[in-house]
C-alpha cells in the first residue's frame, strides 16, 4: 500500500478514528458518552442532505464543520462574508501544500 495515495491517507485517517472510537466506547460506562447535537458540527456535504430542522441556518452556527479538499458542495450562499473568506484562504492553502 502506497501511503503517500490520498485515498490511502484517508482510509488510514479513518481507521484511526475508528480505532480511537471503539477505545473510548469499549473503556466507558453505558451512560457516559451521549451524542452532540447536530449544530455541533456535520460534513459539509451532508448539509443538503440532512433534515431541515438539523441543518445549521448559517454555517457559522457550527461549532465545526468537517470538509475535505475534494468537497465543492459546501452551501457558500450560507456562510457569513468573513468566514467564507477565511476558509476560501485556509482551503486554498491545503489545497496548495497536498499538491
Partial sequence: MDIRNDRHKTVRTFLHQIALTLTVLRTQ????????PPLYGYPTHLHNKMNVEDQAGQMDQLRTAFYTYHDNTMPKKSISPPLASWLDEKISAYKSAIL
Avoid at 460506562?29 to 452532540?36: D, E, R, T, V
Fill in 29 to 36: 460506562s453505558k451512560g457516559a458518552l451521549k451524542p452532540l
